[in-house]
């Protein structure tokens, strides 16, 4: 036997550690930074819903002179904002380190954003009706394009940019950042919900829910869905964000908190006061999203889609013949 063939056989016997045998690793850090962003966006939320509620159970306690609107979480609300702020930081710094959101989807996040700012500073200077925005036809968008995650952020930094250029900071605005946060976490649940409706008719979604493609039936039920989406979205915005002020609000007792109420007295005060405050506001926000999502939904969803086509997208890794084949 020779030389060669001696060294042949050692080495035959050797392990060939190769791009598949490092696959376990990177699929764990991939898992681990899923897991980790997940984590961030369920904290935030969980912290919102904790500022929007903790009033009702707080006021119970308070003595003194009676609460009041200008009281409302005049405390707490710049904690609320740095923590968000915090979390929004952190997401980023997660989402660069995966595969859901590349340096160029980021750098795009802060292009929508700076637009969307730049929308809501015309809106402050020429003032639509009621509650008439244009903000929110971008944070729906991108949360359908490119999913709730993007969504979320897409409605936090959004409102937290324009209101440093509008000057509309007050104790209002974490919980105006939360809420716009969650419209654009849920827009990407309408594509988890058109590739189960796909799926059920027995055609495979063209992509994954996080980052959802033109359905086969075209643009034209898309809009449909997203003006239907935005339309309930204009009443649920004001619903919510007049939950930050409410448990404060002194008036009619019929249409205010009382610490000692049940949910469904509570609930029945709430709907007389949204009827009587807020209803009509909320019908402009409504039909201001359906004719934005009409006029321009279109456009813009097929803008974002291209981008989204050509810069999100995973490289699949095989055993490399090199690696595995020579070994054997």
Not at 7 to 27: C, E, M, Q
């Amino acid at each position: 036997m020779s030389v060669n063939d001696i060294v042949h056989n050692r080495l035959g016997t050797l392990p060939v550690i190769g791009a598949a045998d490092r696959l376990p690793s990177v699929n764990q850090r991939r898992v681990l930074n899923k897991l980790l962003s997940i984590s961030i966006y369920a904290l935030a939320s969980l912290i919102g819903l904790s500022a929007f509620l903790y009033p009702f159970f707080t006021l119970s306690i308070q003595t003194g002179a009676a609460a009041t609107q200008q009281m409302a979480h005049g405390t707490d609300s710049p904690l609320m904002l740095a923590l968000l702020i915090g979390l929004c930081l952190a997401a980023l710094a997660v989402e660069a380190q995966g595969q859901a959101m590349s340096a160029k989807v980021i750098a795009l996040l802060g292009i929508l954003v700076a637009i969307n700012s730049a929308l809501r500073f015309a809106e402050a200077v020429v003032r639509g009706p009621g509650g008439f925005s244009p903000v929110f036809m971008l944070i729906i968008v991108c949360g359908y394009v490119f999913g709730s995650r993007f969504g979320f952020l897409m409605g936090i930094l959004s409102l937290l940019v324009s209101a440093i250029i509008t000057g509309g900071i007050g104790p209002w605005l974490p919980y105006q950042m939360f809420t716009a946060g969650w419209m654009g976490m849920s827009a990407g649940w309408i594509a988890y919900l058109r590739d189960a409706l796909i799926a059920l008719k027995g055609n495979k979604p063209k992509s994954t829910p996080s980052a959802p493609a033109t359905a086969r039936r075209g643009p034209s039920l898309e809009i449909i869905a997203l003006c239907a989406f935005g339309a309930l979205w204009g009443f649920i915005y004001g619903a919510v964000m007049n939950l930050w002020f409410w448990p404060f609000q002194a008036g009619d007792p019929g249409q205010s908190w009382q610490a000692g109420l049940g949910v469904a007295q509570g609930l029945q005060r709430y709907l007389a006061f949204y009827l009587a405050t807020s209803f009509i506001w909320d019908v402009f926000a409504a039909i201001g999203n359906v004719l934005l999502l009409g006029l321009f939904g279109k456009p813009t969803l097929r803008a974002l889609q291209r981008f989204r086509n050509r810069f999100m997208f995973t490289l699949e890794t095989s055993p490399s013949p090199l690696t595995h084949g020579q070994a054997q």
